[in-house]
């Protein structure tokens, strides 16, 4: 099984709300990373977590928090964003982090900010 | 630091032609070489990857990748398009922790 899943597909929130995402993975993977893709670009790197500690923050605002309760689960708390936050998010997993394992990745969660 | 060019920003073929998508890396040591593939407001999916031995790699849905230190290049190839490969297609090299993405290659495919 080689399934990410994630949680929700959709999201619409106002500037002032509080919301999170929720990542899922079954596969024994140590590493989870969260991904920002806007329209017609590639996944740029958020977060990256190995064995369940935050090993890469790509210089990401505060208004975007991870966290990781355990190794199959991973959250990104949103709070107090802006409109051009509004895009995809893709959680991925892998076997211990570095390039050299293949990431698998979720379906995503189309983030929309009014 | 690592770095993946695909050259061509948009392809379109007919349906049973022949595909292939381009992709140049820029990596100082041993490079690990990935095609992603992504239909639209989807996740991305791994079509194939290249960690060593032989140069010639299968993927899934017919694609394979053919890695040529010489040229560092990781093209991906199909001998026979179907329609339903129409998507976008991401060259990524791995290494230092983490992934880095081509700016990806659009694929239309005409009927």
């Known amino acids: 099984d080689t399934e990410v899943t994630q949680t929700p597909k959709h999201l619409v929130m106002g500037m002032t709300n509080k919301k999170s995402l929720k990542c899922e993975q079954h596969?024994?993977?140590?590493?989870m990373y969260w991904y920002k893709q806007k329209a017609k670009k590639p996944p740029e790197l958020m977060f990256v977590?190995?064995?369940?500690?935050?090993?890469i923050n790509e210089s990401v605002p505060s208004r975007f928090s991870p966290e990781c309760p355990n190794s199959s689960l991973l959250n990104l708390h949103l709070h107090a964003l802006q409109p051009e936050d509004s895009a995809l998010y893709l959680c991925?997993?892998?076997?211990?982090?570095?390039?050299?394992?293949?990431?698998?990745f979720g379906p995503g969660t189309r983030l929309t900010v009014t | 630091a690592q770095s993946v060019t695909q050259p061509d920003i948009h392809i379109t073929v007919s349906e049973g032609a022949s595909l292939e998508l381009r992709c140049n890396y820029s990596?100082?040591?041993?490079?690990?070489l990935f095609w992603y593939v992504q239909s639209p407001g989807q996740g991305l999916q791994l079509l194939l990857k290249?960690?060593?031995?032989?140069?010639l790699v299968q993927g899934i849905k017919g694609f394979e990748a053919e890695f040529k230190r010489s040229q560092s290049s990781f093209n991906l190839r199909k001998p026979s398009v179907h329609w339903s490969d129409a998507a976008e297609y991401f060259c990524?090299?791995?290494?230092?922790?983490?992934?880095?993405f081509g700016k990806g290659t659009k694929l239309t495919v005409n009927p």
């Open positions: 991925a997993s892998s076997h211990p982090s570095g390039g050299s394992y293949e990431q698998y």
């Open positions: 596969m024994g993977h140590r590493a």
């Open positions: 977590y190995s064995y369940e500690k935050l090993s």
């Open positions: 990596y100082g040591a041993t490079p690990y």
């Open positions: 290249y960690f060593s031995g032989d140069t």
């Open positions: 990524a090299v791995g290494g230092l922790g983490k992934l880095v």
